[in-house]
T-cell receptor, first 114, second 115 residues
């Protein structure tokens, strides 16, 4: 089974600053998807950003961007201009191209401080 | 509006009792999933189903059972064999052919506790 590792259990950042969350994964597949999900205190799972492995260009969604390093099997999330509403658990997730089981990392708890 | 409905929001189980968590979706999604989340931890896959009348074990299936008799419904039974059932349970669904654009949609979860 694929494994997803998030090595930072907790992080904090000052409002308006930039923070990067790390994620590495282990797979022998060549085609797959990677995702970052946000889980605020309400416990809802919210998709933040997605990346398809065959695309070399890093995905961006407004203040959120990724640094996808396929050879290194690394998929970090950068949050720019951090806002108080970004405070949440962030989960990295992996899904193989032709298989629908999604695997999640253990999560990083991010706190944005005013 | 389309979505996933989990019920109940809170559930209590007595020792030796089986309990069933409901998950219904009206998104016409093919695949459905059950995850368990323990405090401060990530989501661990219990079972998933890619089509009606078929399902596969995830990483922590022991003590749980599922059925997929209808496309819309994927109930999870927590059996008495699951000795540590206290957790937050999330149901999700996904459309086969739209993974890239619309990955998993999640319900709001059920919190299960031991009485």
């Amino acid at each position: 089974a694929q494994t997803v590792t998030q090595s930072q259990p907790e992080m904090s950042v000052q409002e308006a600053e930039t923070v990067t969350l790390s994620c590495t994964y282990d797979t022998s597949e060549n085609n797959y998807y990677l995702f970052w999900y946000k889980q605020p205190p309400s416990r809802q799972m919210i998709l933040v950003i997605r990346q398809e492995a065959y695309k070399q260009q890093n995905a961006t969604e407004n203040r959120f961007s990724v640094n996808f390093q396929k050879a290194a099997k690394s998929f970090s999330l950068k949050i720019s201009d951090s806002q108080l509403g970004d405070t949440a658990m962030y989960f990295c997730a992996f899904m193989r191209y032709n298989n629908n089981d999604m695997r999640f990392g253990a999560g990083t708890r991010l706190t944005v401080k005013p | 509006d389309g979505g996933i409905t989990q019920s109940p929001k809170y559930l209590f189980r007595k020792e030796g009792q089986n309990v069933t968590l409901s998950c219904e979706q009206n998104l016409n999604h093919d695949a459905m999933y059950w995850y368990r989340q323990d405090p401060g931890q990530g989501l661990r896959l219990i079972y998933y189903s890619q089509i009606v009348n078929d399902f596969q074990k995830g990483d922590i299936a022991e003590g749980y059972s599922v059925s997929r008799e209808k496309k819309e419904s994927f109930p999870l039974t927590v059996t008495s064999a699951q000795k540590n059932p206290t957790a937050f349970y999330l149901c999700a669904s996904m459309s086969w052919d739209r993974v890239a654009n619309q990955p998993q949609h999640f319900g709001d979860g059920t919190r299960l506790s031991i009485l």
